[in-house]
């Protein structure tokens, strides 16, 4: 699993999206995506307007209270977490990741 926490207004969120889309197009048949979008610090709209922009075709989640943000410990965005198949964060990148990684940590966990 590949979750991504980010906001619409985030200059590093906007940065690292193409790359996501693109290994989305490689990896989404063999890891699950999921975008969790900090609603309490962005509005719907906005939200929209991203998914629309850049294509984001797997599921987003609404953080609507910040609460799922606090769970997992977010400090700054976009923050992402790579899940093996046990159900174990084996990675965390925080701040836009390089395409370079997104794709090593995507095919490791893949696996």
Do not use: H
């Amino acid at each position: 699993i590949f979750i991504n926490f980010w906001t619409s207004w985030c200059v590093y969120c906007k940065l690292e999206t193409p790359d996501i889309v693109q290994a989305y197009k490689q990896y989404g048949d063999k890891v699950v995506f999921l975008s969790i979008n900090v609603t309490a610090q962005d509005s719907m709209a906005d939200m929209e307007q991203f998914v629309k922009q850049y294509g984001i075709t797997w599921p987003v989640a609404l953080d609507t209270k910040g609460t799922v943000m606090n769970e997992y410990g977010i400090i700054g965005f976009p923050t992402s977490f790579f899940v093996n198949r046990q159900g174990m964060i084996v990675a965390t990148n925080v701040g836009a990741i390089s395409k370079e990684n997104l794709m090593a940590e995507l095919e490791r966990i893949s696996k």
